[in-house]
Nanobody, 113 residues
Framework: QVQLVESGGGLVQAGGSLTLSCAVSRSMFRTSMAWYRQAPGKPRELVATITSGGNTNYADSVKGRFTISRDNAKNMVFLQMNSLKPEDTAVYYC????????WGQGTQVTVSS
């Protein structure tokens, strides 16, 4: 079973930046990847996707502030988050859309106002 390990979260003030990393335990060369987030009391939502070819898509709420990228050689996915807002506070997860991979433990991002 594929293992996903997210890291890089933390506490940051509004307007600050963080970069999240996701280590994937198998080759993801041909796999689209995505970042999701789940805030307390809310369902998990899709934040950003990146195809195997590097095409990206973003939720409207993060467009222009977040950048998803990937390093296929290292089986890593990244999420650069700039201009963070308190409403970005959530646990962030990576996964492969449409595949039945187990979820990792996520990484907590807390943005203070």
């Amino acid at each position: 079973q594929v293992q996903l390990v997210e890291s890089g979260g933390g506490l940051v003030q509004a307007g600050g930046s963080l970069t999240l990393s996701c280590a994937v335990s198998r080759s993801m060369f041909r796999t689209s990847m995505a970042w999701y987030r789940q805030a307390p009391g809310k369902p998990r939502e899709l934040v950003a996707t990146i195809t195997s070819g590097g095409n990206t898509n973003y939720a409207d709420s993060v467009k222009g502030r977040f950048t998803i990228s990937r390093d296929n050689a290292k089986n890593m996915v990244f999420l650069q988050m700039n201009s963070l807002k308190p409403e970005d506070t959530a646990v962030y997860y990576c996964n492969a859309p449409g595949l039945s991979w187990n979820w990792g433990q996520g990484t907590q991002v807390t943005v203070s106002s």
